[in-house]
């Protein structure tokens, strides 16, 4: 047993933190969408330097390097407040990786690793949030291509974005999580049309309005009716990465800085409130490491993940909460630190699943417990 | 220590928990103004500063006055009124007015209670609707303080969407009855965070009884249905904690107000706060986005449960209550 | 809107209270099946005063009195730690007044007014806890008696009680609750054999085994097959005594007076979670005063009753859990009170009603929700 | 302040939480010997003094004596060995042997080990298994001082089930090496809780499987599941936590060890006793017997939950972590 990590991986590490430290003031994990000409050139940065394919294998231009290492990386982008990880490099190029053509690989890979290229994932629908086997969003096969029709909702960043990652319907209306196709459609075609909805942190989610658009069948990835499958692969490849602990360490820190600077160091109820915080943020870390553990051996990890995205959105926001509580109305000054993490922290227990579906996969699958009920 | 009802002076009177008709009326006159007048949209919209017309509208229908002895009303008029506002969402320095119409005496008393003068009322420098308010209270442990700026506020945005104002203030003069004054004040902030959790709960069962996930409404999952149940049942505790409040005080009974508010206000404030997360949960994404259903609501929670004199103070008074009884 | 009491239900509490001076260090509410001799010779006490049958129509030697005079007799005995209210005046009795026959009312009412018979409600099952609509012990008819044979298990009490009142499965075994009848079964009736099962606060429950007991029809209790809408309706009569908001107020006021005498009354933790538990105390007596207030107007109280469930019983266990986390090894000590509280009120959240059937009521029936899932 | 892994010296070998093959051994050793020798009656039956045969063949597995030169193990041993007696509810005075095993010099140190020597740990006058131990460790604040009774100790019962003692103490000498102890200390009662509560909730869970209610088993109610799976969440963080301190400790990394240990002890309260509380619910009225299958576990767990130093002084430990790395 080690918890520690390596030299390699640890010399990895420092110099990740040299290359972030330009990054200090970019706070693009809160505000990609307000500053996302500088999180984009962060990503071409870190593409140069082989970051966004870093566990790619080596015939796809990647470093077919470890867990571990992925997982420092966006660990410390976290941590940093840098950013969060793209989906291009992450779901959308692992499934290319896996299930795409030659011609598939050669067009999209390149521009993805070196962070030209980015994705939105448009697979929510109003009718189809935790749900998503009921989607209806719907490609018709004409020819050789496809015409969609559907509204897609809740896309983050999906205005900055180049092309969606289109989860629809190709087989009949009944036919659930059997009927579906991944499609990569270019966010500026013809049909394609988005509207804003502003959301309490400052940024934005997306609605797409998806109206005859038409999308050749070469961007359809994996077989027709075969999505299912890809999506939930694709979800297990990037465990370790989602959620990263150093969000929830960075959280902590800020916020017991700041309620020193407001002199309340010591108040002995302030002061037990962040021991007992600290300890909440350290569980963070060991469902981090679990994760990461489970998945350098190859195990499934469903469950360890399914805890970590529970425990990880569920302490951002009990910090949150926490300190705007003690701090009284100072900590309800536009700009404070804790005034924008108790809004952005609201969301976290609903994005990326909910914390209800992820404790009915802990319920399940790790204590053999039945029903959705 | 003893919260026993019993050591209190009986009134004659049945009990019963429900408003009289007079107290009905006025809530009912209330939640008429506000949907005819002050709709959710005119609600979202009300952020930054108070609007001063509707405040003024009103104060016509003699609300803010009914502590004054011209509005002959006792604290159960108010919070019979400001439940209604709670449910409504009705913005402004509401619970700060009807303690200024507690503690001030005329002419400025009529003046706040006609509408025509804003009150702020805050500690420590940072002060609700600073650059509107035409008086400023300040308070301080349990007293309450007249004061004024000692230089023009400088404006600041808050979570709740209101503008507040940063400004060193010049003390005046305590002001007496400063004790009934936090009754006041207590009570009316806990009726109103009550109502408007309430008002969250409600809408989001109304949402969670019709969307629709897994093939059934979402309010059929105990872990969406039973996190309302439990928002519906604090709340209702702190929303009749308010009304003891009020009954106490209308009765003369001040020790027993005294608790009952202070208790009504640490109540309120966690009830609310946590029916403010949990209907954000059950909204799920329309419930983040600012055009929503629940933030509008939400941030005035939050921002209302941060007000000073904060939950801290209230526990306090309790704590003062519970061993100083115990000694007796 | 008025919260206090007249004058004339204030000096009955007064004349209760004067009362229970005598049986201060009885703790029969904690220790009813060790010290029955006593809390029988008070409940007789109380029956001479009339007490028992407070709210029983005056034909039947009750008094007509208020759904306060009620609460207030319940609730100081509560808060005196004396007794729980005896099930005999309360449920039995009022099924006996509404559905019984005279003769039935000439020979069941006098004793239980008076105190001296006393019964154990026989509803659950090792099948059939929260959901009784399964429960399978079989009364058959033969002539003029029926032959009773099943199981009978968790009955509070049972080993001092004089009857069961026993609900049990006329119907066919598919019938659920509509094939249920109320029988009354001498507990000393040849082939009831209790089996006794200690419990974590020193007290038992008792398993009851029915062998061919012969129980004749007159000892049946309103129609054959119609007991469910008898047994919601005497439940509905008891909403107002049962958990009874006195019982919290005790055990805060306990555990305030232990803390002190343990030295932590300075301590800035302890004095923050006494007067947080103060206010969940005294959410609870709106609770209690919020039944009561309904029950008065006729209400049925079915929300509020739930409602006040959970919280007493909830709230219980926090006074309890928190006083033994803050007091450290002293508060392990058997025989101090807040280790006694802590076993005593795990039971709470489970008996009379468990807090998840009583969440789903409010879910339910308060805010319009769905089913039982 | 810092929590972060990469400021503590790195050791070159291979990120893996998974016990070696020598201390999944130990683990399956001890656990085989509880499921042989120690079975739940005898755990049920084993209140009072501690089970002296039971405990003299555990010693005699070399289980007690791992931390000492002799047994050549390491905290991580240690560890797993007391995983496998927390599952099977061993009990008798475990931790407070591992801390003297630590904190001792021989000859004593060997009799502890071997079993023939029992030790309580404690302060403030209430000493565990009083009568039984033949060393007596008092912990004040960080340090750990070797005591005798004063007098003969008068037998207290405790929830837990188990005698202690009260009595006055004569101090003899402060131990060396006293944060390395209540390194182990911490982590080995932290690792016992949440194995402890761990199997509470394997067996609800498997209770929930089966037991029916309402036509269909009540594992498939999320208000029973979710409970259970919050209750596992914490429970696996918390063990976790003791292995990252044990790790730490045995790589001679003392303030991370500190640390770790420290959040272990605290988690592992909070989360055993989560689990209790939450199981006995799952149990129903089964689960409040003294035969059933809760009671034992749960007592106990609120026993260890309470033994001093308590969470608090884990508390203060994590608090001069962070603010102490702070001021870096």
């Given at each position: 047993m080690n918890f520690a990590f390596g030299r390699e991986e640890e010399a990895f590490r420092h110099e990740v933190r040299a290359f972030l430290a330009d990054y200090r003031d970019l706070d693009g994990f809160f505000r990609q969408g307000r500053v996302w000409p500088r999180v984009k050139a962060m990503f071409q940065a870190m593409g140069e330097r082989g970051w966004l394919s870093l566990a790619w294998p080596r015939e796809h231009g990647g470093s077919d390097a470890s867990a571990v290492m992925e997982f420092l990386l966006w660990d410390e982008v976290a941590y940093a407040r840098a950013a969060r990880n793209p989906l291009a490099a992450g779901i959308v190029a692992r499934t290319l990786i896996r299930h795409g053509s030659a011609e598939q690989h050669a067009r999209w890979l390149p521009p993805i690793r070196s962070g030209h290229l980015h994705f939105s994932l448009a697979y929510s629908e109003p009718e189809a949030g935790s749900d998503l086997a009921s989607l209806r969003t719907r490609a018709s096969r004409q020819g050789e291509r496809y015409v969609v029709n559907g509204r897609k909702i809740w896309q983050s960043y999906a205005q900055d974005m180049d092309c969606l990652w289109l989860l629809c319907r190709t087989g009949s209306s009944e036919s659930r999580g059997r009927g579906l196709s991944l499609l990569i459609v270019d966010i500026d075609a013809p049909g394609v049309q988005l509207t804003p909805h502003p959301t309490l942190d400052g940024e934005q989610l997306n609605e797409v309005l998806l109206e005859d658009v038409e999308v050749p069948v070469e961007n359809r990835v994996g077989p027709e009716d075969g999505a299912w499958a890809l999506m939930s692969e694709a979800l297990a490849d990037e465990r370790h990465i989602q959620f990263p602990p150093g969000r929830v360490r960075r959280d902590l820190e800020e916020m017991n800085a700041w309620v020193r600077e407001q002199g309340?160091?010591?108040?002995?109820?302030?002061?037990?409130?962040?021991?007992?915080?600290?300890?909440?943020?350290?569980?963070?870390?060991?469902?981090?490491?679990?994760?990461?553990?489970?998945?350098?051996?190859?195990l499934p990890a469903v469950v360890e993940a399914a805890a970590n995205k529970v425990a990880h959105s569920v302490v951002c926001q009990e910090i949150?909460?926490?300190?705007?509580?003690?701090?009284?109305?100072?900590?309800?000054?536009?700009?404070?630190?804790?005034?924008?993490?108790?809004?952005?922290?609201l969301w976290e227990t609903i994005g990326g699943g909910t914390s209800e579906v992820m404790r009915g996969v802990v319920a399940r699958k790790g204590l053999g417990l039945g029903g959705r009920a | 220590m003893s919260f026993d009802v019993s050591s209190d002076p009986p009134v004659d009177l049945p009990f019963d928990l429900a408003f009289d008709p007079g107290q009905q009326a006025i809530a009912d006159a209330?939640?008429?103004?506000?949907?005819?007048?002050?709709?959710?949209?005119?609600?979202?919209?009300?952020?930054?500063?108070?609007?001063?017309?509707?405040?003024?509208?009103?104060?016509?229908?003699?609300?803010?006055?009914?502590?004054?002895?011209?509005?002959?009303?006792?604290?159960?008029?108010?919070?019979?009124?400001?439940?209604?506002?709670?449910?409504?969402?009705?913005?402004?320095?509401?619970?700060?007015?009807?303690l200024a119409t507690r503690v001030l005496a005329d002419p400025e008393r009529s003046r706040v209670a006609g509408g025509s003068v804003l009150v702020s009322v805050g500690s420590a420098g940072l002060w609700p609707f600073a650059e509107q308010a035409g008086v400023v209270l300040e308070i301080d442990d349990e007293s309450v303080r007249r004061v004024h700026f000692a230089s023009a506020p400088t404006p600041v945005d808050t979570l709740g969407g209101e503008t507040w104002g940063r400004a060193p203030v010049v003390r005046d003069a305590d002001l007496p009855d400063a004790a009934a004054g936090l009754v006041v004040y207590r009570t009316l902030l806990a009726a109103q965070l009550a109502a408007m959790g309430r008002r969250l709960v409600d809408d989001a069962s109304a949402h969670a009884a019709v969307r629709k996930q897994f093939g059934r409404p979402i309010g059929d999952f105990q872990a969406v249905a039973h996190p309302l149940a439990d928002c519906a049942m604090r709340l209702d505790a702190a929303a009749t904690l308010a009304r003891a409040a009020a009954c106490y005080r209308d009765a003369g009974a001040d020790a027993p107000s005294r608790r009952y508010a202070a208790a009504a206000h640490v109540s309120a404030c966690q009830a609310g706060l946590d029916a403010a997360h949990v209907c954000h949960q059950v909204f799920g994404a329309v419930g983040i986005t600012l055009e929503g259903p629940v933030f509008h609501v939400s941030r005035r929670i939050r921002q209302l449960a941060s007000t000073a004199p904060g939950p801290d103070a209230s526990r306090r008074v309790l704590t003062s209550c519970m061993n100083g009884e115990a000694a007796q």
């Open positions: 309340l160091a010591d108040d002995p109820h302030v002061v037990r409130r962040m021991a007992d915080l600290a300890v909440r943020v350290l569980e963070v870390e060991m469902h981090g490491l679990r994760v990461l553990d489970a998945m350098q051996k190859g949150a909460r926490a300190v705007v509580d003690l701090a009284g109305p100072e900590a309800l000054v536009e700009g404070v630190r804790p005034s924008l993490l108790w809004r952005q922290s | 209330v939640a008429r103004f506000c949907a005819d007048r002050f709709d959710d949209d005119a609600v979202k919209q009300s952020t930054g500063a108070v609007p001063r017309d509707a405040w003024q509208e009103l104060a016509g229908l003699g609300v803010l006055g009914v502590l004054t002895p011209e509005g002959e009303g006792g604290l159960l008029e108010a919070v019979a009124a400001m439940e209604a506002l709670g449910r409504a969402v009705f913005p402004g320095p509401l619970a700060a007015t009807f």
